[in-house]
């Protein structure tokens, strides 16, 4: 079932002339903007891999990837009943989750037709009491009713490996390690690891040898246009 977020995000995307729902072959897709196709995907960039893959063969892509930076849960006494309670979620996701996604997509990302784009979105997502499938967890026993778009915070576009390195820290030595980006964001080693495995992976970084246990790594110049 489609959520009001999905929806409001396609009539972003189609503002200005822009078709919904088409279908392409096998495919449907989101929003058609003159000769550009756009994909809005919430789970997992890897569930599109092939079909993105597919349609970058003749077609130019923007791959809409939003990102919940900041979550309003309100809890309904039952499905499409009274608001009981409103509360923020504790949890925050940054722009740096787009590696998490990233990980599983760089056989596809970096293509000369395909840019894309990080939305780092606010929502407000409704919830009523699930059905007891997990009686450990009873906190978590829910069902999401709808989500909702409340504001768009930044945007984010991406079309080369270069582009990426835009988020590693602006101070690091010539030849780094994750050790370097981990201190530099401020974020756990592993998060630094992930993004060092994306950046290699995408051709942004090369490994030039080792410091102890870890790698090293240097940025990959551009090639002069």
């Not at 390195?165 to 201190?183: M, S, V």
Request: charged share 30%.
């Amino acid at each position: 079932m489609e959520t009001s977020l999905h929806r409001q995000l396609k009539e972003r995307y189609a503002a200005g002339g822009g078709l919904t729902e088409q279908r392409l072959g096998r495919y449907r897709i989101d929003v058609v903007r003159g000769q550009q196709l756009v994909e809005i995907q919430h789970s997992s960039l890897a569930s599109i891999r092939d079909k993105i893959r597919a349609l970058l063969k003749k077609h130019d892509v923007l791959v809409v990837k939003p990102i919940v930076i900041r979550k309003h849960l309100v809890k309904l006494k039952h499905q499409g009943g009274d608001v009981i309670s409103r509360r923020r979620s504790p949890k925050q996701r940054t722009l740096l989750d787009i590696f998490e996604e990233l990980v599983h997509f760089t056989r596809v990302f970096p293509h000369k037709r395909l840019t894309l784009e990080v939305l780092l979105v606010e929502i407000e997502e409704g919830r009523y009491p699930g059905h007891g499938r997990r009686r450990r967890y009873r906190d978590d026993d829910h069902e999401v009713e709808d989500q909702h778009l409340l504001e768009v915070h930044g945007v984010h576009g991406f079309r080369s490996a270069a582009d990426l390195c835009r988020l590693l820290p602006p101070e690091l030595p010539k030849q780094f390690h994750t050790g370097h980006i981990a201190d530099g964001l401020s974020v756990d080693r592993w998060v630094a690891q992930r993004m060092a495995y994306c950046l290699r992976n995408t051709g942004a970084l090369k490994q030039v040898g080792k410091l102890g246990g870890a790698w090293l790594y240097e940025q990959k110049r551009r090639k002069a246009a």
